[in-house]
């Protein structure tokens, strides 16, 4: 059974960072990525990176967000800089069995809070 679970997120004022961390069990593929939630906005894909180390991120945090992986760890990381307040969310970890499933991941964390205050 997959299990993700999510830590490192918090309060932060605007031009902070934040780093995001998913440990992962029971998976042993290579196709993970973040997504956010906001109030009452649907939920966004932030970053995704595929076994061939490609990563893929949305226009809003390119330039201020890193996608990593730590194979040993089997630990995905997000390090989040230059944060703003519409950064503000639930963000949620997600794993999928092959790359082109991060458009519907199977698997899914429970999420950690961000909040970026202005």
């Known amino acids: 059974q997959v299990h993700l679970v999510e830590s490192g997120g918090g309060s932060v004022q605007a031009g902070g960072s934040l780093r995001l961390s998913c440990a992962a069990s029971?998976?042993?593929?290579?196709?993970m990525g973040w997504f956010r939630q906001a109030p009452g906005k649907e939920s966004e894909r932030v970053a995704i990176?595929?076994?061939?180390?490609?990563?893929d991120y949305a226009d809003s945090v390119k330039g201020r967000f890193t996608i990593s992986k730590d194979n040993d760890k089997n630990t995905l990381a997000l390090q989040m800089n230059s944060l703003k307040p519409e950064d503000t969310g639930m963000y949620y970890c997600?794993?999928?069995?092959?790359?082109?499933?991060?458009?519907?991941?199977?698997?899914w964390g429970q999420g950690t809070q961000v909040t970026v205050s202005s």
């Open positions: 997600a794993a999928a069995r092959y790359c082109a499933g991060l458009l519907r991941p199977a698997y």
């Open positions: 029971g998976y042993s593929r290579d196709y």
């Open positions: 990176r595929c076994s061939d180390g490609s990563t």
